[in-house]
């Protein structure tokens, strides 16, 4: 089995228990949850509003990227992610994951806790909370993305999750669900991190709060990709359906000091 890394330097029928994250349909409202903000990189504050027609650089479309994956670094300014650091902050996070988490677009359910009994694991992802819709202070993220060609005007992304990631956390191997459209962008704030991708022997997207995300039959090709901070990664064709991602928990060197990293993950719904 052999790794392929990328140094920093290098540059249908849905299963119900995911489809009802992000389904369209009437719903309770969420309780918000508040919480102090946890420690980050230091940052400067500026008091200005994101450059709009800021462009993305130069694609970095390396040999060994997974089939239809690319990564754009300075995909924002300093600034920029200044900016959003410290909207994210004040809002109200998720917490019934390992992670922090908040939800943009659609419907979600909370996770049961692992000691949950069926029962109860049943109650907790019967109840489907409304999302609140993406909010302003990210427009000029999906503005940048339509106008550098990732998205249209009629295919927008509809959903955003935001997770928060420090010294241990990280995210099981998995396919982004098929009910979504392509592409899937993500944008790391703060911290830079590799992911990890797994070559899959057909496209599939099975869950991993199932389990069959983890019985989904492998090649063994891996390969590692570097997500620089501040910087933006686009999921197309076969890195989106044949290629699970994950980020490994038991990376910890180089977090240290407060390390933290965000990202902002953009879906959209499939158009007829």
Same mark, same amino acid.
């Given at each position: 089995?052999?790794t392929i890394a990328i140094s920093p330097s290098s540059s249908s029928n849905k299963r119900?228990?995911?489809?009802?994250?992000?389904?369209?349909? /009437?719903? /309770?409202?969420?309780?918000? *949850?508040?919480?102090?903000?946890?420690?980050?990189?230091?940052?400067?504050?500026?008091?200005?509003?994101?450059?709009?027609?800021?462009?993305?650089?130069?694609? /970095? +479309?390396?040999? +060994?990227?997974?089939?239809?994956?690319?990564?754009?670094?300075?995909? *924002?300014?300093?600034?920029?992610?200044?900016?959003?650091? #410290?909207?994210?902050?004040?809002?109200?996070?998720?917490?019934?994951? /390992?992670? !922090?988490?908040?939800?943009?677009? $659609?419907?979600?359910?909370?996770?049961?806790?692992?000691?949950?009994?069926?029962?109860?694991?049943?109650?907790?992802?019967?109840?489907?909370?409304?999302?609140?819709?993406?909010?302003?202070?990210?427009?000029?993220?999906?503005?940048?993305?339509?106008?550098?060609?990732?998205?249209?005007?009629?295919?927008?992304?509809?959903?955003?999750?935001?997770?928060?990631?420090?010294?241990?956390?990280?995210?099981?191997?998995?396919?982004? #669900?098929?009910?979504? =459209?392509?592409?899937?962008?993500? @944008?790391?704030?703060?911290?830079?991190? @590799?992911?990890?991708?797994?070559?899959?022997?057909?496209?599939?997207?099975?869950? &991993? !709060?199932?389990?069959?995300?983890?019985?989904?039959?492998?090649?063994? @090709?891996?390969?590692?990709?570097?997500?620089?901070?501040? =910087?933006?990664?686009?999921?197309?064709?076969?890195?989106?359906?044949?290629?699970?991602?994950?980020?490994?928990? $038991?990376? @910890?060197?180089?977090?240290?000091? $407060?390390?933290?990293?965000?990202?902002?993950?953009?879906?959209?719904? &499939?158009?007829?």
């Amino acid at each position: 089995m052999t790794t392929i890394a990328i140094s920093p330097s290098s540059s249908s029928n849905k299963r119900k228990t995911l489809h009802d994250y992000f389904a369209t349909h /009437s719903a /309770s409202p969420l309780k918000k *949850i508040k919480l102090s903000p946890t420690t980050h990189d230091s940052l400067p504050k500026p008091s200005i509003t994101p450059n709009q027609t800021q462009k993305p650089s130069t694609t /970095s +479309n390396l040999p +060994n990227l997974p089939p239809g994956l690319s990564f754009h670094p300075n995909f *924002i300014t300093p600034a920029e992610e200044s900016t959003l650091h #410290n909207f994210l902050d004040c809002e109200s996070w998720r917490t019934d994951l /390992s992670r !922090r988490t908040l939800h943009y677009g $659609g419907t979600y359910c909370f996770m049961p806790p692992r000691t949950a009994t069926p029962s109860e694991r049943k109650a907790i992802e019967s109840q489907i909370y409304t999302a609140s819709p993406i909010p302003p202070e990210l427009d000029f993220l999906i503005t940048r993305m339509i106008s550098a060609g990732f998205y249209t005007e009629r295919n927008k992304p509809a959903f955003c999750i935001v997770n928060e990631y420090v010294p241990g956390h990280g995210i099981s191997a998995h396919v982004e #669900n098929f009910r979504f =459209g392509e592409p899937v962008c993500a @944008v790391t704030l703060a911290g830079s991190d @590799v992911m990890r991708f797994h070559e899959l022997e057909k496209a599939d997207d099975g869950s &991993v !709060r199932t389990g069959k995300a983890g019985k989904a039959p492998r090649t063994g @090709v891996k390969r590692d990709v570097w997500l620089e901070r501040r =910087g933006m990664m686009v999921m197309t064709g076969e890195s989106r359906r044949r290629w699970q991602h994950e980020i490994t928990r $038991g990376r @910890v060197k180089g977090k240290e000091g $407060g390390w933290r990293r965000v990202s902002l993950t953009f879906r959209t719904d &499939v158009k007829d």
